[in-house]
C-alpha cells in the first residue's frame, strides 16, 4: 500500500513535465514571415518612381506606408522603410492591417483645398470619404477606380495643406503637381489575389 502511494506521488508530481507545453500556432505557419496566408492577398506595397534606388546594393525600397505612429489613423504616404505594413484588398476596399485587432481601411479623400491635389489616402478607423471606389489589381499594379474613371495605377506623394507629407491621386490624367514625386504602387508577392 504504501508503495503504491509512493508511485502515485511520484506519478502526480512527474505528471505536468510528461505533457509538452504548446506555443499558440496555426495550422501550416511556422513563422510570423508566413502570416500573410492568414489574410489571402496581404502584402508590403512597393513604390516605383523616379527616384528609386533599385539595383543598389544598399537599395531600401520606397513603401506605401501610414504617417503616424503604428497602429494608429493617419496618411498614407511612401517613404523609404525597412518596417512596411501590411495592406490588403477584400471585397473593392484596401485595407491596412496593423494586428489582428487593428486593421484599418484605406480611405480615399477629396482634398480640393489643396491646390491642384484632389484625392488623399487616409487610413481611419471606418471606412469613410469618397463613396463608389474601388481598388483593384492589374498585373502587380495598384488601381483606384471610380465609374469610368482611374488613377491609371498613378499616385503622387505631395505635401498636404499643413505640409504633411501624403500619398495623392487623380482619376484623370493631370500633370504632376508643382513639389510632388509620382509614384506607381506594386506588390511583387505570389499569394496576392487578383
Known amino acids: 500500500m504504501a508503495l503504491a502511494a509512493m508511485l502515485l506521488a511520484i506519478v502526480s508530481y512527474l505528471a505536468p513535465f510528461l505533457f509538452v507545453s504548446a506555443l499558440p500556432s496555426f495550422e501550416g505557419i511556422t513563422s510570423w514571415d508566413s502570416i500573410s496566408t492568414l489574410v489571402p492577398g496581404m502584402t508590403h506595397l512597393e513604390g516605383l518612381g523616379p527616384i528609386t534606388t533599385q539595383g543598389e546594393p544598399s537599395h531600401v525600397p520606397f513603401y506605401m506606408s501610414v504617417a503616424a505612429p503604428r497602429g494608429l489613423p493617419g496618411n498614407v504616404t511612401v517613404y523609404r522603410n525597412k518596417s512596411p505594413p501590411l495592406f490588403y484588398i477584400h471585397q473593392n476596399q484596401l485595407w491596412h492591417y496593423h494586428n489582428e485587432s487593428t486593421i484599418l481601411p484605406v480611405n480615399v479623400h477629396n482634398s480640393t483645398q489643396a491646390a491642384g491635389l484632389p484625392l488623399q489616402l487616409i487610413t481611419e478607423q471606418k471606412p469613410s470619404g469618397v463613396t463608389g471606389g474601388r481598388w483593384r489589381w492589374q498585373g502587380t499594379m495598384l488601381f483606384y477606380e471610380t465609374g469610368a474613371q482611374n488613377n491609371q495605377g498613378l499616385f503622387y506623394s505631395c505635401q498636404d495643406v499643413n505640409g504633411l507629407n501624403g500619398l495623392f491621386l487623380f482619376l484623370q490624367c493631370s500633370p504632376?503637381?508643382?513639389?510632388?514625386?509620382?509614384?506607381?504602387i506594386h506588390s511583387f508577392t505570389s499569394n496576392r489575389l487578383s
Not at 504632376?176 to 506607381?184: E, H, S
Open 176 to 184: 504632376p503637381p508643382q513639389g510632388c514625386t509620382p509614384f506607381t
